[in-house]
């Protein structure tokens, strides 16, 4: 069964950095685009950052700049680099993948367990 997996989530100072990592598992045949959301109290899901598989990348407003995404096929892992981090960054962060699983000749979107990023000094 396809599964994600987020790590790389913690408290951080106005300014600071983290890097998040979100690993796919299981039986897999092909990865498509992956993404990043969050999602803070009281606030709906917000997409992030989106990267396809031929390497394309888009960007919400509210991060270009700062935060950049990057994939590694050969682990089906995605990554989102967060630099100049802000409070208002706060927020459960969530990765999203379209994915062939190696049984089913369909894709299917896929959600992490999410991941909490708290900016906080």
């Known amino acids: 069964q396809v599964q994600l997996a987020e790590s790389g989530g913690g408290l951080v100072r106005p300014g600071g950095s983290l890097r998040l990592s979100c690993a796919a598992s299981?039986?897999?045949?092909?990865?498509?685009?992956m993404n990043w959301y969050r999602q803070a109290p009281g606030n709906q899901r917000e997409l992030l950052a989106t990267?396809?598989?031929?390497?394309?990348?888009n960007y919400a407003d509210s991060v270009k700049g700062r935060f950049t995404i990057s994939r590694d096929d050969a682990k089906n892992t995605v990554y989102l680099q967060m630099n100049s981090l802000k409070p208002e960054d706060t927020a459960v962060y969530y990765c999203?993948?379209?994915?062939?699983?190696?049984?089913?000749?369909?894709?299917?979107?896929?959600w992490g367990q999410g991941t909490q990023v708290t900016v906080s000094s």
């Open positions: 999203n993948a379209d994915i062939i699983p190696s049984d089913i000749p369909a894709s299917y979107m896929y």
């Open positions: 299981g039986g897999i045949f092909r990865v498509n685009d």
């Open positions: 990267i396809t598989s031929a390497g394309t990348k």
